[in-house]
């Protein structure tokens, strides 16, 4: 099947950092754009990041900016999210999705099932 499949998820104190993986099987990434996404209990799910095929082109949310990084290694069909300086309104399910096209959520194609980052003291 083709899949995409996050991990580092977990439980972290504020301030402290985790790194989310997306690994794909099935499928190469070197021709998808990726984007990260997160749902909180009762909120919409939002975009956090998003990366172009080559990485020559990255987007943040404006409430993650200066603190999360987005990064892709192609040869390894890999896409990381660096979280640092985490906050408790961080916590969410934390979703990866791919696309041929652009970072529009409406255009993903493959979503994986999530990882749980919980930020609490």
């Known amino acids: 099947q083709l899949q995409l499949v996050e991990s580092g998820g977990g439980l972290v104190q504020p301030g402290g950092s985790l790194r989310l993986s997306c690994a794909a099987s099935g499928f190469t990434l070197d021709q998808y754009v990726i984007g990260w996404y997160r749902q909180a209990p009762g909120k919409e799910r939002e975009g956090v990041a998003c990366?172009?095929?080559?990485?020559?082109?990255?987007t943040y949310a404006d409430s993650v900016r200066r603190r999360f990084t987005i990064s892709r290694d192609n040869s390894r069909n890999t896409v990381y999210l660096q979280m640092n300086s985490l906050k408790p309104e961080d916590s969410a399910v934390y979703y990866c999705?791919?696309?041929?096209?652009?970072?529009?959520?409406?255009?993903?194609?493959?979503w994986g099932k999530g990882t749980l980052v919980t930020v609490s003291s």
């Open positions: 990366i172009s095929s080559s990485g020559g082109s990255i």
């Open positions: 999705a791919s696309s041929l096209f652009n970072c529009d959520q409406a255009r993903m194609n493959y």
